[in-house]
C-alpha cells in the first residue's frame, strides 16, 4: 500500500516563503510521476504542479508559475515544493499524490491520481 505523508505547511505574511515535502513508501517512487493539488475552502480541488518520475520534466499551473518550484529526490522516495513570493490566495490545504500505473506525461487531473497524503494546511496572511 501506498503512503503518503506531507509536511512543511504553516502560517506565513504574504511575500514569505514555504517548503513542503512529501515522503513516500510502499513501491518504488522513482517509477511514477508526482504531483501537488491544492483545495481551498469551498472550492474544488485543483492541479498546483508535478514532476516527471526523473525529476527532469515539469508542469505548473499559471497561477504558481515563477513563484513555486517542485522538484524531488529518489534516493529519499520525497517530493518537495518550494513555494516563494505567497499570496493570500494561495491560502489551502496542498496534498501531494501519485498515480496507480507509471505514465511518461504528469497528468493534471485528480481522477488520474489513486495515492493522496493527508494534505497540509498553508495559510497566508495579508
Known amino acids: 500500500q501506498v503512503q503518503l505523508v506531507e509536511s512543511g505547511g504553516g502560517l506565513v505574511q504574504a511575500g514569505g516563503s514555504l517548503r513542503l515535502s512529501c515522503s513516500a513508501s510502499?513501491?518504488?517512487?522513482?517509477?511514477?510521476?508526482m504531483g501537488w493539488f491544492r483545495q481551498a475552502p469551498g472550492k474544488g480541488r485543483e492541479f498546483v504542479a508535478g514532476?516527471?518520475?526523473?525529476?527532469?520534466?515539469?508542469d505548473y499551473s499559471d497561477f504558481v508559475k515563477g513563484r513555486f518550484t517542485i522538484s524531488r529526490d529518489n534516493a529519499k522516495s520525497t517530493v518537495y515544493l518550494q513555494m516563494d513570493s505567497l499570496k493570500p490566495d494561495d491560502t489551502a490545504v496542498y496534498y501531494c499524490?501519485?498515480?496507480?500505473?507509471?505514465?511518461?506525461?504528469?497528468?493534471?487531473?485528480?481522477?488520474?491520481?489513486?495515492?493522496w497524503g493527508q494534505g497540509t494546511q498553508v495559510t497566508v496572511s495579508s
Open positions: 499524490a501519485a498515480p496507480q500505473s507509471p505514465g511518461r506525461v504528469v497528468a493534471r487531473t485528480s481522477t488520474a491520481y489513486a495515492y
Open positions: 510502499g513501491r518504488a517512487f522513482s517509477s511514477y510521476y
Open positions: 514532476v516527471s518520475w526523473t525529476g527532469a520534466a515539469f
